[in-house]
């Protein structure tokens, strides 16, 4: 009980089981009737995409919880307070890029699709 237990724990801590849903034929293989709207690849890959982008942005809270703990702990040294800035603006700019890199995807897919 507790080995099934804890097999369902990793598979929902590492969303295994969401992202994979749709690959339910022989040998993994996908079954084009199964997936009920889209090909079984694309709504896996949009699965794989938004996954991705769960732990972007558990990454970004933690660089802002970083930059943060290293501005409290400055203790009024100057440069302390500059690299925590530094750490600040690395965050924003890493959000930004990743949620541009999202942005482009979605239209590339939007632009294809016509």
């Given at each position: 009980m507790i080995k099934k237990l804890s097999n369902k724990l990793t598979k929902t801590i590492l969303m295994w089981e969401s992202?994979?849903?749709?690959?339910?034929?022989?040998?993994?293989?996908?079954?084009?009737?199964s997936a009920g709207s889209g090909h079984p690849i694309a709504v896996v890959l949009n699965r794989v995409l938004m996954w991705l982008l769960g732990i972007f942005g558990f990454l970004a809270v933690i660089s802002f919880i970083i930059a943060g703990a290293l501005y409290l702990t400055a203790q009024g040294d100057q440069n302390h307070i500059e690299r925590a800035k530094k750490a600040f603006l690395f965050g924003i700019i890493g959000t930004v890029v990743g949620l541009i890199g999202l942005i482009v995807i979605r239209a590339v897919d939007y632009l294809l699709r016509g």
């Amino acid at each position: 009980m507790i080995k099934k237990l804890s097999n369902k724990l990793t598979k929902t801590i590492l969303m295994w089981e969401s992202v994979m849903e749709p690959w339910t034929g022989v040998g993994g293989i996908p079954d084009p009737g199964s997936a009920g709207s889209g090909h079984p690849i694309a709504v896996v890959l949009n699965r794989v995409l938004m996954w991705l982008l769960g732990i972007f942005g558990f990454l970004a809270v933690i660089s802002f919880i970083i930059a943060g703990a290293l501005y409290l702990t400055a203790q009024g040294d100057q440069n302390h307070i500059e690299r925590a800035k530094k750490a600040f603006l690395f965050g924003i700019i890493g959000t930004v890029v990743g949620l541009i890199g999202l942005i482009v995807i979605r239209a590339v897919d939007y632009l294809l699709r016509g």
